[in-house]
């Protein structure tokens, strides 16, 4: 199954942009009547044929629409803090993709090694990831932020914050089932004390991942996995 993105589709026909034309004529060999999907990773789900071959402007009729696909029954947004190896946050976000996660913020911490990312790049990975694993849904990606100013902000449902010291914490059953759920991982060398306080008195829920200390795209993955499982579990 061929998969193609655009976040922009109205009507029953659909031009694709330039570089998704390209891979579907060029690198795929596509060609007149053969059957495509595509999705604007909002929750649309088209299927459709393509009417005109074109190498910059192929050319889509739609016949079949379905919205919503594949939702996820839980809202999961992670604001983690990215790695010094970018190449690590990037692996990050392409599993949690492929998982499922609703909303992704890179956390600017007092410990955070890297403070500027490509924003572009991390989009295109999270498109890339989308398409591979045949997602209507590609998660919101927010600007960097500083923790303070995350903190700031009002948030509806359960908050928690994943550390590696701490007599309080306790495993993430503790956070319940109350979402949406809104969840800090730090970076390499872990949230400072002052920031754990801070997010305490916010009202965010201590948690920890088990014994072992795991690197902070590793935790991350981690606990996209274990709230699909869990949803998985709580299903009808």
């Given at each position: ?90 692996w990050f976000l392409e599993k949690a993709t492929e998982i499922g996660i609703s909303e992704i ?25 989308m398409k591979q694993s045949l997602k209507a849904f590609k998660p919101v990606l927010n600007d ?20 590696c010291h701490g007599e309080e914490r306790m495993g993430m059953e503790s956070l319940g089932n ?59």
């Open positions: 199954m061929n998969l193609f993105y655009s976040p922009h589709i109205h009507g029953d026909t659909h031009q694709l942009d330039e570089s998704e034309s390209k891979h579907a004529i060029r690198v795929l060999r596509l060609l007149k009547g053969d059957q495509v999907v595509l999705v604007d990773g909002l929750g649309s789900w088209h299927e459709a044929t393509i009417e005109e071959d074109h190498p910059k402007r192929c050319v889509l009729r739609i016949h079949a629409s379905k919205n919503n696909y594949q939702a996820l029954d839980y809202s999961l947004h992670l604001a983690v803090s990215p790695t010094k190896n970018m190449e690590r946050f990037e913020t890179p956390l600017l911490c007092h410990r955070t090694e890297r403070k500027q990312v490509k924003m572009d790049r991390l989009d295109r990975i999270l498109v890339s990831a960097p932020v500083s923790m303070k100013d995350f903190l700031s902000m009002d948030r509806d449902g359960t908050c928690g914050i994943a550390y109350e979402g949406p759920f809104t969840l800090l991982v730090g970076p390499e060398g872990d949230f400072s004390e002052q920031e754990v306080e801070l997010a305490l008195a916010k009202g965010y829920k201590p948690f920890h991942l088990g014994e072992s200390r795991l690197r902070t795209e590793t935790a991350a993955v981690y606990i996209t996995a274990a709230f699909s499982v869990l949803h998985l579990k709580r299903r009808p």
